[in-house]
């Protein structure tokens, strides 16, 4: 049995006629009509009037066209946005709307869309009555009958001017964030938690170039972590940023290091998470704000003034230096026929006649004994030095630097490849730079010795784990392979021109490196030159101290 009735309300007019029809349906009314205008009461259905109502009240601009946009029906927030009453547009085509400043290719490429039964959605200039323009945020859907033609369009539409208005303050806003960054002669970058660089400016990008397409926020991060001990990973939980740090950049390729003043602040990260929206901001993620000033000129003035003061250190140990091997020297020499007197004098005296010569010998033997604890006493103490933490690179740096003099006067080029960054190394300065030194003099006597036209000091630096490893390598004359390990021997001295050479170098660079925890090798598979390794751990010399 057919439900006959549907629920009304007095002022529902057209529930009421369905309603009437349906209490007295004409003659040969079709069974499925009944049924159709019966089940619009059922759970399932909606009555019609309640749809017409949702969309005469929806709070969005609706317009329901025949299909060449001569406007049907529009609803209330219609009437509102656009200041037209219905009885003023109904019957006339959309186009009542435009405000003439949308391009026609908009257009054209609206109507090609809707054509193709295809919803188009995009934003068009439109006008009040008033004449007062605004921006339309439009969707028209094509309605089609049951052949699948377009019988209607319904246009939807909302006023976005405000919205857009927002939009270009924010591109105003950021376009002078931008300008001003760029203007500003600092690197200043923006980094997330996971290293991508979300912001950068000018400057920034500058050392791009410079550091040959190496990212700078990954140096910079990295040099802050080994030398100051700033891990951005736990920046949101410490807190507190950094501010003047100064640090230094050895870039790639080889290029001189280059200091930068650095300031960070941090910042939460975007939580754009949709879970999170009604949650109390508490990134746990936070960016760093990272401002680098360069102040590699004033470094370089304060090096130029340690430089002197370390060339005068050195020439000073030097002299030293060059005491202690001239006497160890005299000492090593005198020794061995002090060493075959008291043999002589060991052995039975063989007759009366060589009392005389056991006399003289005697005689030799005490003034010989004499001298030699003069030439001992002569002996300058060597200098006692306190450890520090010693940047590797810079020392290597500086040393190059202390040689040049020397390295362009035999026309050498150096090759110097340092880690971009470099841990530092508990060590003692003096000890290492002067392990560095006799290194590189001993290359540039190779190189001046084997007179080649191209003469080449490579120099690298590396950490390995908790090692250091640096590498000397030169094209000069080579140190033949049986005599690899006999270098480091006390007074070998295997150069052409000896000179002032006493053969102590390498046995001191030795004893400096030990004295370190590291060892020192030369490459017995290098041909075509010499290569020195020598390697420092990290912390050799406390564990050496222990
Ligand atoms: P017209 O000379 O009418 O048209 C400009 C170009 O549009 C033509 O050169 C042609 O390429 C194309 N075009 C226009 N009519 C047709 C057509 N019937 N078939 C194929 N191509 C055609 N416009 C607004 O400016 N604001 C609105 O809010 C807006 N709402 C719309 C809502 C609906 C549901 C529909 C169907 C259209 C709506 N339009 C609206 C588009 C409107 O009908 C006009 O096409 C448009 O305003 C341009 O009118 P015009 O008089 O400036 O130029």
């Known amino acids: 049995m057919i439900q006959r009735k549907i629920q009304s309300t007095k002022s529902d007019n057209l529930v009421d006629r369905i309603n009437d029809f349906l209490a007295s349906p004409p003659e040969g009314t079709p069974t499925e009509v009944l049924e159709a205008f019966s089940s619009l009461d059922s759970n399932q259905f909606l009555p019609p009037k309640l749809f017409y109502e949702l969309v005469e009240q929806a709070p969005i601009a609706i ?9 049907l029906y529009v609803n209330c927030a219609f009437e509102t946005l656009t200041g037209y009453a219905r009885e003023e547009v109904i019957g006339k085509n959309e186009s009542v709307l435009s405000s003439k400043s949308t391009p026609e290719s908009v257009y054209r490429e609206l109507w090609e869309t809707i054509h193709s039964n295809k919803v188009w959605q995009g934003t068009l200039v439109n006008h009040r009555k008033s004449q007062e323009e605004y921006l339309a945020e439009l969707t028209i859907s094509p309605v089609n009958n049951n052949k699948g033609q377009t019988a209607y369009f319904l246009g939807m539409h909302r006023d976005i001017t405000e919205m857009h208005q927002l939009e270009q303050r924010l591109k105003f806003q950021k376009n002078l964030t931008e300008a001003a960054l760029n203007a500003a002669p600092m690197v200043v970058a923006v980094v997330a938690a996971d290293r991508k660089v979300l912001l950068d400016n000018h400057a920034y990008k500058a050392l791009i170039g410079d550091f040959r397409g190496v990212e700078p926020a990954s140096l910079f991060l990295e040099a802050l972590e080994q030398q100051v001990g700033f891990d ?7 807190g507190s940023g950094f501010t003047n740090v100064e640090i230094r950049l050895d870039p790639p390729g080889g290029a001189a290091p280059r200091w930068f003043a650095c300031s960070g602040v941090h910042v939460p990260e975007l939580d754009e998470a949709a879970h999170n929206y009604f949650k109390q901001a508490e990134s746990t993620r936070c960016c760093l704000l990272l401002i680098a000033n360069e102040v590699t000129g004033s470094r ?27 006497i160890s020297g005299a000492i090593f020499k005198i020794q061995a026929p002090l060493n075959v007197i008291k043999a002589a004098l060991s052995m039975p005296a063989a007759g009366q006649e060589n009392m005389g010569m056991r006399i003289v010998l005697q005689q030799a033997l005490k003034s010989g004994d ?6 001992h006493e002569a002996l300058p103490s060597p200098v006692v030095e306190k450890t520090s933490l010693v940047n590797i690179n810079e020392l290597l740096h500086e040393v190059v630097k202390l040689s040049t003099e020397n390295l362009l006067s035999a026309g050498i080029v150096v090759d110097w490849r340092p880690a971009p960054v ?15 030194k006799y290194l590189i003099d001993n290359a540039i006597q190779s190189l001046i010795e084997a007179k080649q036209d191209y003469r080449e000091i490579r120099i690298q630096t590396k950490q390995d784990n908790q090692d250091l490893l640096i590498e000397v390598m030169d094209n000069g ?10 270098v480091f021997e006390p007074f070998y001295c295997g150069w052409e021109q000896p000179k002032e050479h006493a053969g102590m170098g390498l046995t001191m660079a030795q004893e400096v490196v030990i004295g370190h925890g590291g060892n020192v090798e030369i490459d017995a598979n290098f041909y075509g030159g010499c290569r020195v390794f020598v390697r420092l751990p990290l912390n050799g010399m406390e564990e050496t101290l222990l």
């Not at 317009?63 to 001569?70: F, H, K, L, N, Y």
């Not at 530092?424 to 300065?429: F, Q, S, Y």
């Open 63 to 71: 317009s329901i066209t025949d299909p060449t946009a001569r406007i």
């Open 232 to 238: 951005l990973s736990t920046v949101c939980q410490v």
């Open 300 to 326: 370089k003035r304060i090096q130029e003034a340690r430089l002197n003061m370390i060339r005068a250190n050195m020439a000073e140990q030097q002299m030293v230096q060059t005491m202690r091997e001239a």
């Open 370 to 375: 004499e001298a030699m604890e003069s030439l």
């Open 422 to 436: 470099l841990a530092e190394v508990n060590g003692r300065i003096n000890a290492l730079r002067g392990l560095f």
């Open 477 to 486: 004359v080579g140190i033949p392979k049986a005599h690899r390990l006999k």
